[in-house]
């Protein structure tokens, strides 16, 4: 609830429920794919953490409580024919002590990393938080490898090994792996991510309200803003769960929707899905607060 805070009192008053609005601050959009003649709607929807809000460069980081800012949670939904199919993926901003403030004259300040001895806690607790609603973590860290970036998403590296919560991390360089828009070398994190993606699998519930399946883990994708390079990995990872269920799920139903000729890899779903997902990220993460 994005307006818990002013609304706490009224939460607890009856009198008061028909007059009070739960607010939450996102992206909600739908598409549909076309898989042989058959149009399969999808949902998009993406749920900004009210915990550490504000504008860019105006919050990073983390605070002692393990909350980090520009936390957003997004949820694909694919509607099959007597269940849906749905995919969580979550991103933040690197959870250490660290600023970037911005001037008139510089629009791209270096990252300040505040060096504390509560940082490791305060990662424990972040990391604490996650595992109740999504179970298992593994942490993709997209920021560049040299430079003032690497001073936070490396220190973030270390910290995370060293802590030892079970939690492991993948870093691409996606400005220097995509170089030149050659995003093709994404398949070098995707297929390298393969593994925990099948074990995390996906979320199934009939029509009925039952769950036939549980999505057991997380992927939490960070770049320095976590925009357009974490909403580029996040649209990649997305799709491969949902494409598995989707041509099991039409192959055991019908003969007559052109399964069997489907696409066999990820393309197949990168057109709808990206366009949710390229109009509901910066909707949900751009929002000053």
């Known amino acids: 609830v994005f307006n818990k805070a002013i609304a706490t009192e009224l939460l607890s008053e009856p009198a008061a429920q028909p007059y009070l609005a739960i607010l939450m601050q996102g992206y909600f959009g739908m598409c549909k794919f076309a898989l042989g003649d058959l149009a399969v709607p999808a949902t998009v929807i993406s749920r900004r953490s ?26 694909q939904i694919v509607h099959l024919p007597g269940r849906s199919v749905a995919h969580v993926q979550v991103r933040g901003s690197i ?37 109740p609603s999504y179970g298992n973590v593994m942490a993709v860290n997209l920021v560049r490898k040299q430079g003032p970036e ?33 995003f093709d070398r994404l398949y070098a994190l995707t297929d390298g991510l393969r593994a925990e993606q099948t074990a995390f699998g ?19 994708t960070n770049c320095m803003d976590c925009l357009d390079r974490t909403n580029v990995v996040q649209v990649a990872l997305a799709p491969r769960p949902d ?14 929707t052109g399964a069997a000729s489907l696409p066999t890899d990820s393309a197949w779903t990168s057109r709808s899905s990206a366009h949710c997902w390229s109009s509901g990220q910066p909707t949900a993460t751009l929002f000053p607060s």
Not at 103 to 122: D, F, H, I, K, M
Not at 211 to 218: H, T
Request: aromatic residues 8%; glycine residues 8%; positive net charge.
């Open 50 to 75: 009210r915990h550490r809000s504000g504008i860019r460069f105006k919050r990073r980081g983390m605070d002692p409580e393990g909350h980090v800012a520009n936390f957003v949670e997004t949820e």
């Open 95 to 131: 959870p250490l002590f660290w600023s970037q403030k911005a001037a008139w004259n510089n629009y791209r300040p270096p990252p300040v990393l505040q060096r504390s001895l509560g940082t490791e806690s305060a990662l424990r607790r972040h990391i604490e938080r996650l595992r």
């Open 150 to 182: 690497w001073v936070v998403g490396g220190e973030y590296e270390r910290i995370l090994d060293g802590v030892r919560l079970g939690v492991p991390i993948r870093s691409f360089d996606l400005h220097s792996e995509c170089a030149g828009r050659t």
């Open 202 to 220: 996906w979320t199934e519930v009939d029509t009925q309200g039952s769950v036939l399946r549980r999505q057991s883990g997380i992927m939490r």
């Open 243 to 256: 494409r598995r269920a989707i041509l099991q799920e039409l192959s055991s139903t019908s003969t007559s």
